[in-house]
């Protein structure tokens, strides 16, 4: 067990389970199709992330202007939306 975890903390492999890690590491890493693959992945996966992190971001501002305690300006500075955004949102609350 100490030496898989010396070896995932980056240490030269030690032993023959190790070694035979390290190589499928390195045949994955020399492998294209995986490579590109991955990074694909890894892409629509931060593409996710920001539009949740949007998603929320339009929510508390729907939600803060529906309080009705602070000034759009204020919605806008603290969610990080433009001014306009925030201005656009009010306008689609029901009165």
């Given at each position: 067990m100490k030496r898989l975890l010396n070896f995932i903390d980056g240490k030269e492999p030690e032993n023959d389970f190790t070694r035979g890690l390290d190589e499928a590491v390195q045949s994955v890493r020399k492998n294209e199709k995986w490579r590109l693959d991955y990074m694909t992945l890894q892409m629509h996966y931060q593409e996710?992330?920001?539009e949740g992190i949007e998603y929320e971001k339009l929510e508390t501002a729907r939600r803060l202007i529906e309080l009705g305690k602070l000034s759009l300006e204020d919605i806008a500075v603290g969610t990080?939306?433009?001014?306009e955004k925030v201005k656009e949102i009010a306008d689609m609350q029901p009165v």
């Amino acid at each position: 067990m100490k030496r898989l975890l010396n070896f995932i903390d980056g240490k030269e492999p030690e032993n023959d389970f190790t070694r035979g890690l390290d190589e499928a590491v390195q045949s994955v890493r020399k492998n294209e199709k995986w490579r590109l693959d991955y990074m694909t992945l890894q892409m629509h996966y931060q593409e996710k992330y920001e539009e949740g992190i949007e998603y929320e971001k339009l929510e508390t501002a729907r939600r803060l202007i529906e309080l009705g305690k602070l000034s759009l300006e204020d919605i806008a500075v603290g969610t990080g939306l433009s001014l306009e955004k925030v201005k656009e949102i009010a306008d689609m609350q029901p009165v």
